[in-house]
Structures are given as C-alpha cells and as structure tokens.
C-alpha cells in the first residue's frame, strides 16, 4: 500500500481527501480548530475575570512615602532604614503595615525581608542587611489601616563594601 502525504489531490472539479480527520484541513496536523477557538474563548474569560475581581493597589499620588537610610551611603551589612508615610494634605498616616522585600539587580541572590515598626506617628523604623556590594532594589508592600494596600519600589544605588 502507497501513502501520499500532502494536500489532497483534485480530479477534475472534486475534492478527495484519503485521510482519517474527515471534516479537517489537511494542514491543521488533525486538531479540531473549533475545539482550539472554545478554549482560547474561556482562557481569555478566566483571564478577565481574575483581573476584575483582583482589588485594586492604591494610586500613587494619595500617599506620599519617604525614606532615609542610615549608614549613608549604604554599606554591605546591617542598614537602619526610616520611612515617613503622610496623605495628599501632609499629615502624617498612622496604624500601617509595611514588609519590605530588598533584591539586588542581578539575579543570583536570595532576597531579604523585613517589616518597619512603628515609632511615631507616620514614622515607620526597620533593619535590614545588604548582604553584598552592588545596586539594590526595595519593594515596600503597605497596608493602611483601612485595608487599602499599595506597592512602592525604592531603588538603593552603589552599596559600598565595608
């Protein structure tokens, strides 16, 4: 038995397709393209829905968030690091939650957490180790006392060696 592969063949106005996917493209290697646009059609669905009903992260602008870090500049080893969080009028904000998650640039290093401690009213206190000389970058995960969450990212440049 002779197997051609490749397109069916046309006699004269007539189309004859030898394969076994009757009902199929030859060109589509056999899967079901409707059963491909249903499911792209729910992915795309789940994919909406989970973004619709994520909450969302607190715009930048409604709060105001500064920081010192002290030795400066930065050295490899431990850092105390003082944030200053206030609302859009300057007064200081009060009851928050803030974990810090420090990264350096380059991939290779496991990250260090820590979480700020309030001392005074809108003034957030933690310690945190650079473990290594380099560029550093700090996500600040915060929780008003609301419940409003938002993200920052501070970017420390050059931590020295000791």
Known sequence: MHVRMGPPRCRGSRLINKYPYQGRDWHDGGVDLRACRVLVGFACAATLLVAGCSRPVESPGAVAIEHEISPEPARVGLATIVFKLADAAGKPITGA??????????????????????????????????????????????????????????????????
């Open 97 to 162: 939650h803030i974990a810090i998650e420090a990264d350096m640039t380059h991939a290779g290093m496991s990250p260090r957490f820590a979480e700020a401690k309030e001392e005074a009213a809108g003034r957030y206190n933690t310690h945190l180790e650079f473990q290594m000389a380099g560029d550093w970058v700090l996500l600040l995960h915060v929780r008003l006392a609301g419940g409003k969450k938002l993200e920052r990212q501070i970017e420390v440049r050059g931590v020295r060696p000791k």
